[in-house]
């Protein structure tokens, strides 16, 4: 069997390598299993995590609103199985596992509505899941049929409480936006001086900080 290491060295180093493999790959597959046991979800949590790195777009959001958080979606229970319904790509509904596992370096945090808000929950939900289907907000401006994360869960709230907000709503222009220009402008398709500096928007750092949620679970190595 020609494919075998032909020497001891060889052969230990297969071994070693074959290891390595087995841990890092083990890493990632019981991480987020591990995070699973620990974290008891409920319906309505809102869910925060890292999305892989490499991306403009992603950099552009963690780095204007100076926070690890690029993405964000709420926890639903749909026929038995916990489910994230999240806005990327468009606003879908993705096994809770799998969207742990696809965050970088699989991290979340979690914070759930305290107790005093937690009755509008069912009405969220259902507020959120009509939304399924709707294409993804690359401007990130309210008010059109496009949604992104952060204003999927903002506006299901707002609907439920008949137009309270969850989180502080902010400016482009308020925020550190001048290292990412040329991103935007790629977003937006237009020049230097066309900036939306003044488009109000809700990011997942301002709806992580909202007064009516409490953070309930965090893993961050």
Sequence with gaps: MQWLPQTR????????????????AGWFVLKPLTLWIFYQPQAGDVVFQSLPGGYDLVEAIEG???SPFSHCGAVEKIDGK??????????????????IARGRGSRITVCRLKEPYRHHIP????????????PYDFRY??????????????RGYQIATQGE?????R???????????????KYEQCGPDNLPLDRSMITPRDLAEAPQLEQVFSCRF
């Design 171 to 185: 400016t482009l222009g308020s925020m550190n936006w001048k290292p990412y220009t040329q991103v935007i402008q």
């Design 9 to 24: 060295a060889q052969r230990i180093r297969a071994l070693f390598l074959g290891v390595i493999f087995i841990f890092v």
């Design 123 to 134: 009405t969220m939900t259902l507020a959120m899941d009509h939304l399924l289907g709707q």
């Design 141 to 154: 401006k309210f008010g059109d049929d496009e949604i992104y994360c952060s204003e999927l869960v903002f």
């Design 64 to 66: 204007i609103t100076r």
């Design 82 to 99: 916990w489910m994230v319904i999240e806005a990327i790509g468009e606003v879908r509904r993705t096994p809770l596992l799998l969207w």
């Design 165 to 169: 907000a969850l989180g502080t709503l």
